[in-house]
């Protein structure tokens, strides 16, 4: 199973700004993760429609997490639709001898991702790696 890139780059653009207490330019957001300005604009659109990114404008204006509690889970699924795993799309659903193995997968990928919070991957990094734009 591959991530996209969108759903990479949502969750480091998500993972910075659980990094910080006050808003961050997108500016900022791309000097920090080197995602492209241009795409990182493009993700914030479906991630703040889903009410986890905030924006405001002015001087002192920027994007920041809407609420605590953000999961990865809440963050794929606002930029990817979530998580399926490749096989799922097969047609030989319901004819294959390991589908239950790929929903047990995929339940089990599903179930850490919506484990796992935008402040919990931020307080791991910060412990992890100092500098990194955080």
């Known amino acids: 199973m591959q991530l996209s ?3 990479r780059y949502s969750l480091e ?9 006050v808003p961050r330019s997108g500016t900022e957001i791309h000097q920090a993760t080197g995602i492209p300005f241009g795409y990182l604009e493009q ?10 990114v905030t924006s405001s404008r002015g001087a002192t204006g920027g994007y920041t997490l ?26 030989r659903n319901g004819e294959c001898v390991t589908e239950s193995f790929w ?8 179930q850490t991702a919506d484990s796992i919070t935008m402040e919990q991957l931020a307080g791991n990094l910060a412990s992890m790696v100092k500098g990194m734009g955080i």
């Open 103 to 110: 929903d047990e997968m995929e339940d089990l990928i599903f």
């Open 43 to 52: 993700l914030m659109i479906p991630l703040r429609k889903a009410g986890l």
């Open 66 to 91: 809407a609420r605590k509690g953000i999961t990865c889970q809440d963050v794929l699924s606002a930029s990817e639709g979530g998580l399926k795993l490749p096989c799922r799309k097969c047609s």
């Open 13 to 21: 653009a998500m993972l910075y700004l659980a990094s910080s207490s």
């Open 5 to 7: 890139t969108k759903g």
